[in-house]
């Protein structure tokens, strides 16, 4: 496993727990119009997954040879991942400060 796919895996778990935490809590405020946060975030998960498998796959395919994938498919495919991930990262960064900024008020 490389280092990207360890640090994809790593912010899928923690983004699962967060998905789990909020998902545990059963309120009214849970869901909005029948769209549930932590289906949203599992949603948001598995759309960044797919993108980085894909662009694996590509990458593999191409380095075996394959004449139906051309660089530049590669190429684009492990850019929109790497921005599918930059971008998963900084929402766990806000979601998580928010949570924290929430746990910390008084009431």
Same mark, same amino acid.
Request: proline share 0%; no cysteine.
């Given at each position: 496993? &490389? %280092?990207?796919?360890?640090?994809?895996?790593?912010? #899928?778990?923690q983004?699962?727990?967060v998905?789990?935490q909020?998902?545990g809590h059963?309120n009214?405020?849970?869901?909005? +119009?029948g /769209?549930?946060f932590? +289906?949203?975030?599992?949603?948001?998960?598995? !759309?960044?997954d797919?993108?980085?498998?894909?662009?694996d796959?590509k990458? @593999?395919?191409?380095?075996?040879g394959?004449? *139906? #994938?051309?660089l530049?498919?590669?190429? %684009?495919?492990m850019?929109? &991942?790497?921005?599918a991930?930059?971008?998963? /990262?900084? #929402? !766990? *960064?806000r @979601?998580?400060?928010?949570? !924290?900024?929430?746990m &910390?008020?008084? #009431?």
């Amino acid at each position: 496993m &490389s %280092v990207a796919a360890a640090g994809l895996q790593a912010l #899928v778990q923690q983004m699962q727990g967060v998905a789990q935490q909020a998902g545990g809590h059963q309120n009214a405020a849970q869901q909005v +119009g029948g /769209i549930s946060f932590a +289906g949203e975030l599992k949603g948001a998960i598995d !759309r960044i997954d797919g993108l980085k498998q894909t662009a694996d796959a590509k990458a @593999v395919a191409f380095s075996r040879g394959d004449s *139906n #994938v051309a660089l530049n498919d590669v190429m %684009v495919d492990m850019q929109k &991942s790497s921005v599918a991930m930059e971008m998963g /990262i900084q #929402v !766990r *960064n806000r @979601v998580l400060n928010a949570y !924290r900024e929430i746990m &910390s008020m008084q #009431v």
